[in-house]
């Protein structure tokens, strides 16, 4: 501002006098009072204009669209948006080559595994999820797969909404999705560290794993570790249900599977389960975890089904880790099933070969055990050992023979949204005698999947 007042006396004519008259000096004084407030006032608007530049637009007349920025492939596709309500978008593909000893698709174990010799396209999955309001979060899973006559296969994997503002550290979700039953069976497929799923849960829960329309109520326990409480109710019933009421059941029991509906909540099937979890120190975490699923079965009108697990998981990673490299880590779990089979008389085909079956208890068990070693970034090696069970009965069905599976692997990440998979299983089966498999896996995702448990 003197800056400005010196240029203004200096232009002044040259006429006027710092000795001029009282009156005049009063008028010059006057008008650079004047002159300076302009200058003021000119300031002003030109900060409130600056502001208004920089300030964000109003929320009612906020644009809904996504910045434009650059995008990668592994962030969310974000398709619709209102207000804080969104929906995003992604997909994931599996691809498999390789070749078995075994015919095709005879020792595979879960419907998202190879399934034949040569090329195989067995998980498709396109996932969509976000926010529904400020009360519920959902998601929907849809999967496809092409089986080896080439007909294209679709199911509903999950769909289903979640809480996400309950008091108490409490949750509820409601729709059809995986129980919490152990650490695998609520993994997708792109998400398990081998190519196939193991021995035991296929046996126990079938080759979509346990899933099915229900709820399930979660509660966050007040604890100085983590630890949650889980209690699942569910339907029970189908192909996605293997040990309860299932229309194949008789390749468990061997009898005529009857036609079990749902009469009243002792029909139904319970998912009850409880993980706690332990920081051992810096670099060593402890995951421990016991589960229950127990309904009724198709073996009689009143037969029921337990089924028991425990599972562990620790994970070693140094403090100086590099994007989580490199790192150990070994998980474990073992499952024993008790199935009550009814008295019971095996399908009449031929006419006049029925047999009558005693009433029993058929008993299966098993576990796997894997370790995955990160040794480098992008670079993990993996081996799971696995073995799976069952006792004698009136009916000793192939499915319950005795099986052991040996299963060394080596998978290569060059981004976080690709993975080629190399893996090698050796089976042994009762009966039977061995078999060898090789399979190549290739993975490819657009768009993030919703972050998965630890």
């Not at 909404?161 to 993994?187: D, E, I």
């Not at 079990?260 to 332990?278: E, T």
């Not at 998980?331 to 095996?346: C, I, S």
Request: hydrophobic letters at 40%; charged letters at 15%.
């Amino acid at each position: 501002m003197k800056i400005v007042l010196l240029c203004i006396l200096l232009a002044l004519p040259a006429g006027v006098s710092f000795a001029a008259e009282d009156s005049e000096l009063d008028a010059l004084k006057k008008q650079m009072l004047q002159m300076q407030q302009q200058m003021q006032q000119m300031q002003d608007k030109i900060q409130q204009l600056e502001a208004q530049k920089t300030a964000p637009l109003p929320a009612a007349s906020t644009p809904a669209l996504v910045p434009a920025v650059a995008w990668s492939p592994s962030q969310p596709i974000t398709v619709a948006r209102s207000g804080n309500a969104y929906m995003n978008l992604s997909l994931d593909a599996m691809g498999n080559f390789g070749w078995s000893t075994a015919e095709n698709g005879e020792i595979r174990t879960g419907h998202h595994a190879p399934l034949e010799r040569g090329f195989s396209l067995r998980s498709v999955e396109l996932a969509l999820d976000g926010a529904v309001d400020p009360y519920f979060k959902g998601a929907t899973m849809l999967a496809l797969a092409l089986g080896p006559d080439g007909e294209t296969v679709l199911e509903l994997e999950e769909a289903y909404a979640q809480t996400t503002s309950l008091p108490w550290n409490l949750q509820v979700k409601a729709g059809q999705f995986y129980a919490a039953f152990g650490r695998q069976n609520a993994q997708h497929a792109h998400e398990w560290a081998f190519v196939d799923q193991p021995l035991v849960l296929n046996r126990l829960f079938g080759g979509d794993g346990l899933r099915n329309p229900g709820a399930q109520l979660s509660w966050l326990t007040p604890t100085p570790f983590y630890s949650e409480v889980m209690l699942g109710i569910f339907n029970g019933i189908g192909e996605t249900a293997a040990s309860f009421r299932n229309e194949e059941s008789g390749d468990i029991h061997g009898g005529e599977p009857v036609d079990r509906r749902l009469r009243g909540p002792q029909d139904l099937l319970f998912v009850p389960r409880y993980a706690c979890s332990f920081e051992l120190n810096d670099t060593q975490t402890l995951v421990l975890g016991a589960s229950g699923a127990f309904g009724p079965n198709n073996s009689g009108q009143h037969a029921s089904t337990q089924i028991y697990g425990v599972d562990t998981y620790w994970k070693w990673r140094p403090v100086n880790a590099q994007q989580g490299f490199p790192f150990v880590s070994w998980q474990t779990e073992a499952v024993l099933r008790r199935y009550g089979a009814a008295a019971r008389t095996t399908p009449d085909d031929p006419p006049g070969s029925a047999i009558a079956l005693p009433g029993e208890t058929l008993t299966d068990w098993g576990f796997y055990s894997q370790v995955l070693y990160g040794f480098r970034l992008g670079w993990v090696a993996g081996l799971r050992g696995e073995f799976v069970s069952g006792n004698s009965g009136a009916f000793d069905a192939e499915s319950r023979l005795d099986r052991i599976r040996v299963s060394p692997n080596l998978t290569w990440y060059p981004t976080e949204y690709s993975k080629l998979r190399l893996q090698y299983n050796y089976d042994h089966r009762e009966v039977f005698g061995n078999d060898h498999s090789v399979w190549l896996q290739l993975e490819f995702m657009l768009g993030a999947h919703a972050a998965h448990k630890f």
